[in-house]
């Protein structure tokens, strides 16, 4: 099965600072998503990050405070901006193969504090 | 709407017992279904998955699941907990089609196993 690889595993960061989390997956694949899951909580689906155009947000989310690139088929990243406590969560990444019924893969996620 | 639900935040059982953990979806097309488990500190791991045949799925770790389209209900089972078994469990649906790869998350259900 694929390896999907998220960079940092954890930060703790200062409030107001910025923060890129990278998503790198040994093999193409067709989807790539964004969540972020509060401590406690279920998932929260942030965006969908489309291969050389803009990513494709949730309700709630905004491209300012998460900018989201994906280059090519295999490597994404998310950017936390201007970040306040409330965005302490764990970022998770997860990608999808292509056939219908494939399910989501994860990477083991980014735990991240502000303080 | 699309909707998961677990019933149960919580479900505690003793090492050796059964392992029941209850899923229920709503969904206008057939859907596909999905088991994942997350341990302390990781991303999610697909357990099982249902998209077509077979109503009965067997997963890793000893788990199986039944997809009841009568009830709607994909339930989660296992004959004998192992203190391993010990994490957060999620049930997911495809959303519409599948043709998005998104899935409706549950809010998960923490397995507690008593020794």
């Known amino acids: 099965s694929a390896v999907i690889s998220q960079k940092p595993s954890r930060d703790i960061c200062q409030r107001g600072t910025s923060l890129t989390i990278q998503c790198q997956v040994d093999s193409q694949v067709t989807m790539m998503f964004w969540y972020r899951q509060q401590p406690g909580q279920s998932l929260t689906l942030i965006a969908t990050a489309n291969q050389g155009s803009e990513a494709t947000y949730e309700s709630g989310f905004v491209i300012d405070k998460f900018p989201i690139s994906r280059p090519n088929l295999t490597f994404s990243t998310l950017t936390v901006s201007n970040m306040s406590p409330e965005d302490s969560s764990i970022y998770l990444c997860s990608v999808v193969f292509s056939g219908l019924g494939q399910p989501q893969h994860f990477g083991d996620g980014t735990r991240l504090s502000i303080l | 709407a699309q909707s998961v639900t677990q019933l149960g935040s919580h479900v505690s059982v003793s090492e050796g017992a059964l392992v029941l953990l209850r899923c229920n979806y709503s969904?206008?097309?057939?859907?596909?279904l999905f088991w994942y488990v997350q341990y302390p500190n990781q991303g999610l791991q697909l357990l099982l998955k249902y998209t077509t045949g077979a109503t009965l799925v067997k997963g890793i770790n000893g788990f199986e699941a039944e997809f009841k389209k009568s009830e709607t209900s994909f339930h989660l089972t296992k004959p004998s907990a192992h203190m391993s078994d010990a994490a957060e469990y999620f049930c997911?649906?495809?959303?519409?089609?599948?043709?998005?790869?998104?899935?409706?998350w549950g809010a998960g259900t923490k397995l507690i196993i008593k020794p």
């Open positions: 969904s206008s097309v057939p859907p596909y």
């Open positions: 997911a649906v495809s959303e519409g089609g599948g043709s998005n790869y998104q899935l409706i």
